[in-house]
């Protein structure tokens, strides 16, 4: 049961890396979303909402790379702490059909030392780590992309790919200014949730399927 806590708990919904801001450049926003549970006969995304910012860093070469990092509000509402941090880097810049290419890596951690009640395990610290791969496609200002996701939980790592597709759109700028985004990712092909007080979502047959929906302002950067 511990495995899926803490991979459904710390597969919130983050903003999308698949293109890692210009140097200078910053963004912030809020994501809300999640694995989808049954609710009241409907399946609806677990309230999820992650606050966080990203910077883009000095390009390494000709290739950009930024630094992220949130905080999960749904999480301290609960009194957990659950934050993140992590960078992109984009390996191959878009050429025309060809997919721009973008590795992420991002740490979560989760505490409920905060908490005046005891889950099971006792107090304690949770870390997982994401890695993930991206293909994207630009037109002008809009965008969609693909590509999976591992996650481990650093005290019990196993295999638990994660594929997704999203979009983002309704830019206000061609660089900055601000986006919707949105995505879709099922968690873990091939696993089945063993936690019986919820139903998850598994319209293909194994994993978590989910979803989540953000807002992103972005500024700075080049002129």
Request: glycine share 14%; net charge neutral; with cysteine.
């Amino acid at each position: 049961m511990r495995y899926w806590i803490m991979l459904l708990g710390t597969a919130c919904g983050t903003m999308n890396s698949a293109r890692p801001l210009d140097k200078g450049q910053h963004a912030v926003g809020v994501t809300l979303g999640g694995p989808m549970v049954e609710f009241g006969g409907s399946y609806i995304p677990l309230p999820n909402a992650v606050l966080e910012g990203r910077s883009g860093m000095a390009p390494l070469g000709d290739r950009n790379w930024d630094i992220n990092y949130g905080l999960n509000l749904t999480a301290l509402a609960f009194d957990q702490v659950g934050l993140h941090v992590g960078g992109s880097y984009q390996a191959l810049k878009q050429n025309g059909n060809i997919p721009a290419i973008s590795f992420t890596n991002r740490l979560f951690l989760y505490s409920n030392h905060i908490s005046a009640n005891t889950i099971d395990d006792g107090k304690g610290l949770w870390l997982n780590d994401e890695l993930s791969l991206t293909f994207s496609w630009k037109l002008g200002r809009q965008m969609v992309y693909t590509g999976f996701s591992q996650y481990f939980d650093l005290s019990q790592p196993s295999l638990t790919l994660s594929p997704f597709v999203g979009a983002e759109f309704f830019n206000t700028g061609l660089n900055n200014g601000f986006a919707l985004q949105f995505e879709l990712r099922n968690y873990a092909v091939g696993r089945n949730p063993s936690i019986t007080s919820a139903k998850w979502n598994t319209p293909f047959g194994s994993g978590g399927f989910g979803g989540n929906l953000g807002v992103v302002y972005r500024f700075g950067g080049s002129k």
